[in-house]
């Protein structure tokens, strides 16, 4: 398993290792804010299928920008 992730996130962190920060910083907020928008883009049918209720709360959508949120903005403001 430790193989694997290695095979995925080393040459991630190569290319990011050869950025100066602040493009590295760029970067980052764009490979956490790129999946964030394609979570957007799936229709609210498919994410509400089998819920009880179709209220606001239930959407996973909205959860899932609210969990990567705080994320988003440490990497931009931090110094």
Do not use: K, Q
């Given at each position: ?5 290695r095979?995925?996130f080393d ?13 590295a ?17 799936l ?6 299928r089998?819920a009880?209720?179709a209220s ?6 909205v959860?899932a ?5 705080p994320?988003?903005v440490?990497y931009l403001?931090?110094?």
């Amino acid at each position: 398993m430790n193989e694997l992730l290695r095979c995925i996130f080393d040459p991630v962190n190569a290319l990011l290792g050869a950025l100066p920060m602040g493009a590295a910083r760029v970067a980052t907020t764009v490979l956490l804010v790129a999946p964030l928008l394609a979570v957007l883009r799936l229709p609210r049918a498919s994410i509400l299928r089998g819920a009880p209720s179709a209220s606001r709360w239930r959407d996973l959508r909205v959860w899932a920008v609210l969990a990567m949120l705080p994320y988003v903005v440490l990497y931009l403001l931090a110094p």
